[in-house]
């Protein structure tokens, strides 16, 4: 998980005490705000579980803090909150999701009430799901997919997105809705109708297709997945291809559809949206797609295209950064590290997606054999290694024009 906190309050209570408001953003989105003591309180309810499985909580301070102690604890609660988010067993427990949609319901001030949230399938089917504004993204998954008869042992096949389409009709994927997010209050907090929930995949392995044939509910996701990536040229066909495709797609038959689809280039890559990137120079401008095991970039030079083609044995790092929330521009940086010729390189790309294509990368891994699993890949957001060090101070303000890496 993507955990920062990149935005401090220092705010005075009814009883003109002081205290320090901290804003928590869950993979560059805000997730909510807390004090100091409401996330003590919830440390201690799950050390009462987990006991020592729970890291350290940063220590209290009797006396009044210095502007350098509450940065030190900004820093501490963040790789603290980290530490708990990403510990599967914890982050699926109920004393963990019970805290989470506490703080997440307190900070939007609302009340847990029935409604009907509105779920899209690829082809913008809609799914109404009766739940309520404080249900958990699990649930909500859980009850889209029951409601169009999915069996229930291929949930875990799929998953929540907060997709955006504008004006001109053009499709991203910004986020995946992670299983203890509230939907409602996502895309409530995002009050924008170009954005939505969808219902997509939630694999990388192409090869994953053959488990799902078996449920025609499935089938369906992944025929109407297929069919919008490839009307946005998000797979790579050639000609005779797109002329055959095209021609299967008028018989509706999604068996040999899909089966077709495999032979494609590029088929089931994630498509990130254009972005800059220092490669060659600080403004060049990059397509990035994200899948079978590679990230794929596509260098548009005012000469000349350059691709990229990083198997993920090649990636040998990466980290993401939030910029300054309030910033109109691009707010991710991503710091890619890579093997070229046994020398490691970095590359820096500014992107509104930075946290999408790490959760597809993290994803590319967890479906890797267990032998060959590589662990600790990403940097923590202190943003040191033995390759790489950065001071921490640029989780909070970094800016394009200060922050570049060469490759």
Not at 128 to 156: F, G, Q
Not at 165 to 183: A, H, L, M, Q, T
Not at 191 to 209: G, H, L, T, V
Not at 276 to 299: K, P, W
Request: proline share 4%; hydrophobic share 40%; charged share 25%.
């Amino acid at each position: 998980m993507h955990i920062c906190i990149p935005v401090t309050e220092n705010l005075v209570d009814n009883l003109g005490g002081n205290y320090v408001l901290y804003s928590v953003y869950l993979e560059g989105f805000m997730f909510f705000k807390a004090r100091y003591r409401d996330l003590h309180y919830w440390d201690e309810q799950m050390r009462g579980i987990f006991s020592n499985k729970i890291p350290t909580f940063p220590p209290k301070y009797y006396l009044a803090m210095t502007r350098k102690m509450a940065e030190e604890r900004r820093v501490l609660l963040k790789l603290y909150l980290q530490q708990v988010f990403s510990d599967p067993v914890v982050s699926s427990s109920d004393v963990f999701i019970t805290g989470v949609q506490k703080l997440q319901m307190e900070t939007f001030q609302m009340l847990s009430t029935d409604v009907i949230l509105k779920v899209y399938l690829p082809n913008d089917r809609l799914v109404n799901v009766e739940s309520k504004t404080s249900d958990i993204a699990e649930r909500v998954l859980e009850a889209a997919l029951y409601k169009i008869s999915l069996s229930r042992e291929l949930v875990e096949f799929f998953g929540l997105f907060i997709t955006h389409k504008d004006p001109n009709g053009i499709f991203s994927v910004v986020k995946r809705v992670v299983p203890f997010e509230i939907p409602f209050l996502t895309i409530w907090n995002i009050n924008n109708e170009a954005f939505q929930i969808d219902i997509r995949k939630w694999y990388m392995s192409p090869s994953n297709d053959a488990m799902l044939m078996g449920c025609p509910a499935a089938v369906d996701i992944l025929y109407a997945q297929a069919v919008q990536e490839f009307g946005m040229n998000w797979c790579r066909p050639t000609e005779e291809q797109k002329i055959a495709l095209k021609q299967l797609l008028k018989t509706n038959d999604k068996f040999k559809i899909l089966a077709f689809m495999q032979q494609i280039e590029h088929y089931s890559y994630q498509r990130m949206d254009p972005s800059v990137s220092d490669y060659q120079d600080a403004n060049t401008m990059v397509t990035i797609s994200v899948g079978n095991d590679e990230l794929y970039c596509r260098f548009k030079l005012s000469d000349r295209t350059d691709i990229m083609n990083l198997h993920i044995s090649r990636i040998s790092a990466w980290d993401v950064l939030l910029h300054q929330p309030e910033m109109d521009s691009d707010q991710q940086e991503l710091k890619l590290g890579y093997m070229d010729d046994d020398v490691l390189k970095w590359i820096t790309i500014w992107t509104n997606q930075g946290f999408l294509i790490s959760t597809w990368l993290k994803k590319i891994i967890s479906e890797q054999p267990a032998a060959s699993k590589k662990e600790n890949l990403e940097i923590e957001d202190n943003g040191t290694s033995a390759n790489h060090t950065r001071k921490q101070k640029k989780d909070d303000a970094h800016t394009k024009q200060g922050s570049t890496s060469s490759s």
